[in-house]
């Protein structure tokens, strides 16, 4: 049977001048998502916070690639100016595949979740991502079916993210299990505990483990090779000393949980309910943990550019 060849995308991109550069030369690229600036902190701490992620990769050898939709196109790194007016931002929509090209055709502001920046990363031809943590399966999941866009995003799309495991409250092995439906490969780096974000290790065994970013870079290398779609999981343990260990954390979370059931809280409202709460509970000790793991995944995904970039480069000629 004939197969039609695939379309060409005529994706709305905006490159910023250095993003464009490197990714001409064939530079290390590494995208940033864009919810964390908008819905993650207050301004100015938002605006600080992204330009020290993004100082942290051009540090590790990597260029930058902060995604967000604006006037009708997807920017693919933004300017400096560019950063702040998106960190001082109001009603701006949280984006992930079911709202990106809603946005965009309204010509409204939005910030890319982790499954909307893996879109728009794979449009723009860049093959690493960090951020936090992902999204999951949702305690209760059961009964309210809410499981995030971004599990089902990692089977689909080829861009590999590093990330500390699963935000921790969520329901990390029906999550994992999810993952392993999917196809996902979920690989911890340098441990064979599954993270779970704010601690080193969640008491659950991650299915695959790597210890150096060659070895992640060479899997997603044969995964393109094997022409298998989706991407690959990188869960990379938060910094010792910026850890909440997951006996002090836990109770934590519970009590978070518990107060949104009482209030009522649902839907998309859940994960930023809850944060904030395990932020007041943890006396900002929570968000210093997040800033923390933010940037050791961002030293992590560098490493994996550059080796990408050097396989590249190194590859023969046609």
């Not at 093959?127 to 309210?144: K, L, M, Q, W, Y």
Request: proline share 6%; hydrophobic share 50%.
């Amino acid at each position: 049977m004939t197969q039609t060849a695939p379309r060409a995308h005529t994706a709305p991109l905006t490159f910023s001048p250095e993003v464009r550069a490197a990714l001409d030369a064939g530079a290390p690229v590494v995208a940033l998502e864009s919810t964390i600036i908008t819905h993650g902190m207050p301004y100015p701490q938002n605006l600080e916070t992204a330009r020290r992620v993004e100082a942290e990769l051009r540090a590790a050898g990597a260029v930058p690639a902060t995604i967000a939709v604006m006037g009708g196109r997807i920017h693919i790194g933004l300017t400096d100016a560019e950063l702040d007016r998106l960190a001082r931002a109001t009603d701006v929509m949280k984006l992930s595949r079911a709202d990106l090209a809603v946005c965009l055709a309204a010509g409204s502001t939005g910030a890319t979740t982790v499954a909307a920046t893996m879109i728009c990363a794979q449009l723009a031809g860049i093959e690493v991502f960090a951020t936090g943590g992902i999204g999951g399966v949702h305690r209760g999941a059961d009964t309210s079916f809410d499981i995030s866009a971004d599990l089902s995003e990692l089977a689909q799309t080829a861009v590999t993210v590093v990330a500390a495991g699963a935000k921790a409250i969520l329901d990390l092995p029906k999550t994992l299990e999810v993952l392993e439906t999917n196809g996902v490969p979920v690989i911890a780096y340098g441990q064979n505990d599954f993270p779970a974000f704010w601690s080193r290790e969640s008491g659950l065994r991650a299915p695959l483990r790597a210890d150096t970013p060659a070895e992640i870079a060479a899997a997603h290398r044969m995964r393109a090779a094997l022409g298998l779609p989706g991407g690959q999981l990188v869960a990379n343990p938060i910094p010792p000393e910026a850890e909440i260990a997951r006996a002090e954390i836990t109770p934590v979370i519970e009590t978070a949980l518990a107060e949104a059931e009482a209030q009522g809280i649902a839907a998309k409202a859940v994960t930023p309910f809850l944060l904030q709460r395990i932020f007041e509970l943890t006396a900002g000790r929570s968000l210093q943990a997040n800033i923390a793991l933010v940037l050791n995944n961002a030293r992590l995904a560098a490493g994996i550019a550059r080796e990408l970039a050097a396989a590249q480069a190194n590859a023969p000629k046609p």
